[in-house]
């Protein structure tokens, strides 16, 4: 069993930058690719970005446009996503989510989820 807590988030202005943590216990953090996913208010969770089982290989939603990078640290079992130019239309929950499959973008294959983090950017 695998338990991913989300940190980092918090109320930002426009133009900042903001890095959330996501930190994993039980099971084998090396072998799940981790997702970040979002949420706002009223809208469907959509993918933000994911880092495979090595540093090297990630993937973004089209949207991100070189405005976020994920990276994570198998030895301190963390994931980070890295957030620059947020815009008030980023605000969202964000979540942490492993997988041991290769749909990376698709939520539902992910396996386990953290209980997620606001990030508010204020205009």
């Known amino acids: 069993q695998v338990h991913l807590v989300e940190s980092g988030g918090g109320l930002v202005q426009a133009g900042d930058s903001l890095t959330l943590s996501c930190t994993s216990s039980?099971?084998?953090?090396?072998?799940?690719?981790i997702g970040w996913f979002r949420q706002a208010p009223g809208k469907q969770r959509e993918f933000v970005a994911a880092v495979t089982w090595v540093n090297s290989d990630t993937r973004y939603a089209d949207w991100v446009m070189g405005r976020f990078s994920v990276s994570r640290v198998n030895a301190k079992n963390t994931a980070y996503l890295q957030m620059n130019s947020l815009k008030p239309d980023d605000t969202a929950v964000y979540y942490c989510a492993a997988t041991v499959g290769s749909s990376f973008s698709n939520g539902p294959s992910y396996d386990y989820w953290g209980q997620g983090t606001q990030v508010t950017v204020s205009s």
């Open positions: 039980g099971g084998s953090f090396s072998s799940y690719a």
